[in-house]
């Protein structure tokens, strides 16, 4: 990912608007951009900031962006689980077709 397409997809992120793909590619940007981190940063601190205040809400964004940040690696992680899983039941099933097909030839 290019570090224009990753401020583009800033707000995605911080709306949870975003795809599993995209992303597992924004983080792994993320993890060796060190200046499109900060950018993360300053605008998830911007726009949450600006809704906090409308809202009136007390606030620790700092906090809520790594709580963010966690979640989103959280559930890659899990989509990775499930993935693996779909994966394996996959292969399981091509098995036992296999085997049924056997059964009935042999
Ligand atoms: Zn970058």
Redesign the pocket.
């Known amino acids: 990912?290019?570090?224009k397409n990753?401020?583009h997809l800033i707000p995605d992120f911080v709306g949870r608007k975003m795809d599993f793909r995209t992303l597992k590619e924004f983080c792994s940007?993320?993890e060796?951009?060190?200046?499109?981190?900060e950018?993360l940063v300053i605008q998830f601190l911007v726009t949450e900031g600006m809704q906090r205040l409308e809202d009136g809400d007390a606030f620790d964004l700092q906090n809520e962006l790594q709580i963010r940040l966690n979640e989103a690696e959280l559930s890659l992680r899990r989509h990775k689980k499930w993935r693996k899983l779909f994966i394996c039941l996959g292969i399981m099933a091509i098995l036992a077709v296999v085997g049924i097909v056997l059964w009935f030839v042999l």
């Not at 060796?32 to 981190?37: A, D, G, Q, R, T």
């Open positions: 990912m290019e570090c990753f401020e940007h993320m060796v951009c060190e200046e499109c981190k950018e």
